[in-house]
């Protein structure tokens, strides 16, 4: 019973950026580029900065320029 209560106490009190358990029960991240829930099926990016994890989705983040080698 006290560990329903709590759950529901968090799903009540969640971040507004984060959809609700039930209706997003695959959600695991919000992409910092586009806002968007990102599910689990789903390829994604992460990087730092500081001691931040930063999380996007591959589709919204650039690719990188190709590094050539220094010959």
Not at 12 to 20: T, V
């Amino acid at each position: 019973m006290a560990e329903t209560l709590a759950r529901n106490r968090r799903l009540r009190y969640a971040e507004p950026s984060q959809p609700r358990m039930g209706e997003s029960p695959n959600w695991l991240f919000t992409c910092l580029v586009c806002g968007e829930p990102i599910t689990f099926d789903e390829p994604l990016m992460t990087w730092t900065q500081g001691n931040e994890v930063k999380v996007a989705h591959c589709r919204c983040v650039p690719c990188p320029p190709m590094r050539t080698e220094e010959q």
